[in-house]
């Protein structure tokens, strides 16, 4: 049975959790309907859509700062009992310091799992249409591309006709046994192309040795052909890049088609390890957050637990950051990038506890 004092602390949390989610959605939202309305108005789209779009952005954004979120969210639930002299409730039940923390840590992890088991799938569901909007808006013409057990498929726009493009693989910056139909704008097939080897280190596709189908005839040409498209090698790699569109099963999808088509997939690891890291993430965040409350003077004003809690996060961050380059560069296991700063953390939250209770 939860206790009374335990659904009271467990209520205030929340609370305070709920407060900072929505000024962290309300500010990011404002940053980033200037950047949609910029996007949208040159198109002529509806007046709402830059403030459809933009909220439908914000949830992945916030994804990335929760566990600051809720970093914030301790400080200012310990501010409020010791302002109150609500943590007497703790000595008055024979309970300590860790009580309490061991309390808002289960619940950071609970919370954690809620975020990987719905609110992941739902924000990456409206990602994926946010995405797709863009790309119809988008001035370069394209209307993406598609990986399958077929290879790698493109569809592409160029001087008013409309071009399928089919590889079975790429490999550094060509794409191996090419088909390429031009049709019209109405569809209409004008010719066929057949390639062994295309270069697309740049928008302008070499095409080696193309033979051409065209009028029910075949042409071989012994000399290269070139093809002004909307796509390069570095494009077509970081068209899948946007990860937080894909729930878990299309990013575990995603990673076999990448291997297949010779793709590294380290970045779709680092990340999947790091959404279903989030739960003991978010624990952490909170045990260390807890700690450096109970163990700064209470004559301190406000405004300097918030501003530590600003720098700290800041820190963490860009911790986080260094390791991931180092995990998707191969300078240490992709595993280990993700896992090593949380080790971390939880090291010095250990430390941080040996004599909190003295506090």
Known sequence: MIKTYDKYFISLFCKKLLLIFLIFFS??????????????????????????????????????????????????????????????????NNLNNFYIIKLLSICAFLFGVLIITIYYPFSS??????????????????????????????????????????????????????????????????????????????????????IIFKNNYQIESKEDLILNSHFNIKKINNTFKDLNSLNILQLIEIKKESELLGYSSKDIDLHILKIISLPIYFAI??????????????????????????????????????????????????YLSVFFPIILLSIISLIGLIRINEK
Request: hydrophobic letters at 45%.
């Open 27 to 92: 500010l990011t939202f404002i940053l980033t309907i200037f950047e949609e309305i910029t996007f949208f108005n040159e198109t002529q789209s509806k007046f709402y859509l830059p403030f459809l779009i933009a909220i439908m952005d914000v949830p992945t954004t916030i994804l990335e700062i929760f566990p600051f979120i809720l970093l914030i969210s301790t400080q200012l639930f310990f501010l409020e009992i010791i302002k109150k002299k609500e943590n007497e409730l703790i000595k008055i």
């Open 125 to 210: 569901k409206l990602k994926f249409i946010y995405s797709d909007v863009k790309n119809i808006y988008s001035k370069d013409g394209k209307y993406l591309k598609h990986y399958n057990e077929n290879g790698l498929w493109i569809k592409d726009e160029i001087n008013n006709h409309i071009y399928i493009i089919n590889a079975s693989k790429t490999k550094d910056n060509f794409l191996s046994e090419v088909f390429i139909s031009k049709f019209t704008k109405e569809f209409r097939l004008v010719e066929n192309i057949f390639s062994k080897k295309i270069d697309i280190s740049s928008n302008n596709w070499v095409i080696k040795e193309p």
């Open 285 to 334: 965040m909170v045990i260390i957050s807890s700690i450096i409350m109970l163990n700064i003077p209470r004559d301190k004003p406000y405004i300097f637990h918030i501003l530590l809690g600003i720098l700290l996060s800041v820190v963490i961050y860009y911790i986080n950051n260094i390791f991931n380059i180092f995990g998707l560069t191969n300078k240490i296991p992709t």
